[in-house]
């Protein structure tokens, strides 16, 4: 089953309108998300790192003030369109990697469903 | 519920085949994706199928089965830059992406 969620799966708004989209780990906590956009065919594309308890990393030719992202909890991240414009359309994901075993174990990096946003 | 199978690791030899194979179970089928992902980087755009067959594009393939819910990505003539993790994730009736939780291919000389 899904071990990360996402929130809302679609939504539509208004030109100018903002957005939040959260992302949850469902069994395991991650102080550590990562936010993508993704095109249609097109590889993922890294946004941002979110960070609990810390400013997020912002990849270069992201706005910060645009995209804002709060990891409120080692179990949710968020991630808020402001003044949204029908450019900002696309199919956000995140993924949060989780750690097996104790003392250095591998990560998995388990990703989310997907927020598709249409800005009208 | 709706699952994604693939192996968790497989190892091969360079300038060898390697298959790595998908099986889901998903709610609506929309298409099956294959990403590549390297440690430390987002996940690279391989391949879409969304019709049974065999899609081509320079040494990777792609191969879809809908009626037995599989597919599988085949690499010919592996190189060791191919080591990295492959992704498989399903599009659901509610263009939901399913994820695989991904196979580790290693390369060895």
């Known amino acids: 089953g899904a071990v990360v969620s996402q929130h809302p799966s679609w939504v539509i708004c208004k030109s100018g309108t903002s957005v939040k989209i959260e992302c949850r780990s469902l069994?395991?906590?991650?102080?550590?998300m990562f936010w993508y956009r993704q095109f249609p065919k097109q590889s993922l594309m890294l946004m941002a790192t979110?960070?609990?308890?810390?400013?997020?990393?912002?990849e270069q030719g992201v706005e910060k003030d645009k995209f804002l992202i709060n990891h409120a909890s080692l179990t949710l991240s968020t991630l808020t369109v402001t003044s949204a414009h029908p450019e900002d359309s696309s199919f956000y994901i995140c993924?949060?990697?989780?750690?097996?075993?104790?003392?250095?174990?591998?990560?998995?990096?388990?990703f989310g469903p997907g927020t598709r946003l249409t800005v009208l | 519920g709706q699952n994604i199978d693939q192996p968790t690791e497989m190892t091969a030899t360079e300038g060898a085949i390697v298959q790595i194979n998908c099986t889901y179970q998903?709610?609506?089928?929309?298409?099956l994706f294959w990403y590549q992902q390297h440690a430390g980087e987002a996940p690279t755009f391989l391949s879409y199928?969304?019709l049974d067959g065999l899609e081509e594009k320079g040494r990777f393939s792609s191969f879809l089965s809908r009626s037995k819910g599989y597919s599988y990505l085949l690499l010919k003539e592996l190189q060791m830059k191919d080591s990295a993790s492959y992704l498989c994730?399903?599009?659901?009736?509610?263009?939901?992406?399913?994820w695989g939780a991904g196979t580790k291919l290693i390369i060895k000389p």
């Open positions: 993924s949060a990697p989780r750690t097996s075993g104790s003392g250095g174990g591998t990560d998995t990096q388990y």
């Open positions: 069994d395991f906590q991650a102080t550590t």
């Open positions: 979110s960070n609990e308890g810390s400013k997020a990393t912002y």
């Open positions: 998903t709610s609506g089928f929309n298409g």
């Open positions: 199928n969304v």
């Open positions: 994730a399903v599009l659901d009736s509610n263009y939901q992406l399913i």
